[in-house]
């Protein structure tokens, strides 16, 4: 296994952020880990590119204990943190080549290397441009580049396109998939559902500081929710009523505000959820999301803090 985490526990003092996870990455594979806020992804990922260290149980990346050997597992590593931390006093190619430097790469190499990852990452025209001038989308795509320098084995991403526009997304994850295919092994949070499901091949859910499941993103949707989700928020005076029949027709839902998430099945105690008197009604296919809302009654991109 590349990672293999066992009753993984972090604590800061008295609290206990990470809860003896349980959780394995095979090599090639894209592993996604899927939580709100404050679920405890990002000290998971920071102890497995060994930026902290666990408190209890058991963490190797590429069968190295995380404790005993971090210099050689960082050397295998590429990691895309959460905040973007690029040096503003340092040009766009500057940025590569100094950081290339502490994988003991030569300056020809690392030049070389520079301009071929800028034109992955389609950044070549902005190769002189001072960083504090790109766009948000450019600076994570920069960090993207910068991540892939020593041509790792394990690329570490927290959150890589938060904050981005839908076409910076779309070119970030495109990379990613690029990337996937040419073997990288790939560990990554995001609060992108839609995007977990086509890049990921397994995704562990994660809230409150514990793993609550694992597993293939499109099988667990199809095995735990369905095929479909009914957004309806009531017309008012009707929650009551609403609430009966959901519960006597044995339909799975969950209400957050005033929105009722109903799934699966189209009739309820003899009518069509159509017929139900509302405001609003959407009929969807069910995502992940949908599935952390039946698995925990709140929603995924909610915060915790």
Not at 160 to 168: E, I, K, Y
């Amino acid at each position: 296994m590349i990672v293999h985490a066992q009753n993984l526990t972090k604590k800061f003092g008295e609290t206990e952020v990470v809860r003896g996870i349980n959780f394995h990455v095979k090599p090639g594979e894209c592993f996604g880990i899927l939580g709100p806020n404050g679920a405890g992804k990002t000290t998971t990922m920071r102890m497995i590119y060994c930026a902290s260290p666990f408190t209890s149980g058991a963490l190797t990346v590429f069968d190295l204990d995380v404790r005993r050997h971090p210099r050689q597992i960082k050397a295998r590593l590429g990691v895309v943190p959460q905040d973007n931390n690029l040096d503003d006093d340092l040009r766009v190619i500057e940025n590569l080549i100094t950081y290339a430097r502490y994988f003991g790469i030569s300056g020809s190499e690392a030049r070389r290397r520079a301009a071929l990852l800028l034109d992955f990452v389609q950044l070549q025209d902005k190769t002189f441009e001072r960083t504090p001038t790109l766009s948000g989308g450019m600076k994570r795509r920069l960090i993207l580049a910068r991540s892939l320098i020593n041509h790792p084995q394990l690329l570490v991403l927290d959150e890589p396109t938060t904050g981005l526009d839908p076409q910076a997304r779309r070119l970030v994850w495109q990379k990613l998939r690029s990337l996937k295919e040419s073997g990288t092994t790939i560990v990554l949070t995001t609060h992108y559902m839609e995007d977990a499901e086509q890049v990921c091949d397994r995704v562990a859910i994660m809230d409150l500081g514990r793993i609550i499941l694992t597993g293939n993103p499109v099988q667990l949707v199809g095995e735990l929710v369905g095929t479909e989700c009914h957004e309806l928020e009531p017309a008012p005076g009707t929650d009551g009523m609403l609430d009966q029949r959901l519960s006597q027709a044995g339909v799975a839902f969950h209400k957050l505000g005033e929105t009722y998430y109903i799934f699966p099945g189209s009739e309820i105690g003899g009518y069509k959820i159509d017929d139900v008197p509302h405001r609003r009604l959407l009929h969807r296919r069910a995502t992940l999301e949908d599935l952390f809302l039946k698995l925990t009654g709140k929603e995924l991109t909610k915060t915790d803090e």
